[in-house]
């Protein structure tokens, strides 16, 4: 397999992996199907926008932030059966209850420690530290702008972070459980070892939550954009929305098991990010995962970390046996 070259990088050597939009498959159907999913995406991010812009105090709170992702994690589930990306992703029973366990977990342990040692408790601690009315400017900027600042603002750590996570050994044995997944569907975006799920949620973009309007705006920027990266929906996405936004396309790529292409767009909402770093891959994969797409274990997902560190300590500083010497 030679692979295609895109920038200095040689893209589905190991693995297929289809490079340029006008290349990949486009909704099948009739001018109604066509046009749904061609606007599905810009009409319920500008929905969530003009909600959040115009619904009274009474309403607008995290609660019903969560009320929301919910139910529109409930649609895209339904969108998930009617309009399928890749058959081969089809959900099944057993993938949807593992994929419900790392939700539960996410939704209890993990938001408990968040609560205590996550960057909830750094974040207090810095707005203690600083006085408020020193961000004055802030609060006078438009409320739009004000929501796309704090959500470029913290994408742009997660690209960091997530990039880091591929780079460095150490980090990386925490997310490449995530890694092993063999399709995408909405809900396997919680499904990691708990440690870079823990990791992956830290950022600055919590920073901002005494301005709650904006703050609730700049959620619903990454609920209706990053939510597509992990799910099984056939769009024909528009130009100007994949160029600026990451896509589920853009994330295929990330998790395909072509090395390479793994090692490109990691940013979480704003894959323009990734065109500034030079690490952005425009395309889509259908075969994803590690090892030829082997399957890891809810098992071996919490434990990975540990017993892969430790397996590579003990090959680089165990004792090591001479070899045996055949007597004469």
Request: hydrophobic content about 45%; some cysteine; overall charge neutral.
């Amino acid at each position: 397999m030679n692979g295609v070259r895109v920038g200095k990088r040689i893209i589905g050597a190991d693995a297929p992996v289809t490079i340029g939009w006008e290349n990949l498959p486009r909704v099948e159907g009739g001018p109604v199907k066509q046009f749904v999913f061609t606007w599905f995406q810009p009409a319920m991010l500008f929905a969530l926008i003009a909600f959040w812009y115009y619904a009274p105090n009474s309403i607008a709170k995290f609660s019903t932030a969560i009320g929301i992702g919910i139910g529109v994690k409930i649609l895209l589930l339904g969108l998930e059966w009617v309009n399928p990306r890749h058959e081969s992703w089809r959900l099944t029973w057993k993938e949807l209850a593992t994929d419900l366990f790392f939700v539960s977990l996410g939704y209890t342990i993990l938001r408990m420690a968040d609560t205590y040692v996550g960057d909830t408790v750094i974040i207090t601690s810095i707005q203690n530290f600083f006085q408020m009315e020193k961000f004055t400017w802030f609060t006078g900027l438009p409320l739009l702008v004000q929501a796309f600042l704090i959500s470029f603002i913290f994408d742009f750590g997660q690209y960091w972070m997530h990039r880091g996570m591929h780079n460095w050994y150490p980090l990386w044995l925490t997310h490449a459980p995530h890694h092993y997944i063999t399709q995408l569907n909405i809900n396997k975006g919680a499904v990691g070892n708990p440690i870079e799920l823990f990791l992956i949620g830290l950022g600055i973009g919590g920073f901002f939550d005494f301005l709650p309007r904006a703050f609730l705006l700049a959620g619903s920027l990454g609920l209706a954009v990053s939510i597509y990266q992990h799910i099984n929906v056939r769009f024909n996405t528009p130009r100007w929305w994949r160029f600026v936004f990451n896509t589920t396309e853009h994330h295929s790529v990330h998790h395909s098991q072509d090395y390479e292409a793994t090692r490109s767009n990691y940013s979480g909402t704003w894959i323009i990010i990734d065109r500034m770093f030079g690490t952005c891959v425009d395309g889509e994969a259908e075969l994803l995962g590690m090892e030829g797409g082997r399957k890891m274990s809810i098992r071996e997902n919490m434990t990975f970390p540990f017993s892969e560190g430790w397996k590579t300590l003990k090959a680089k500083f165990g004792r090591h046996e001479p070899a045996a010497v055949p007597a004469e």
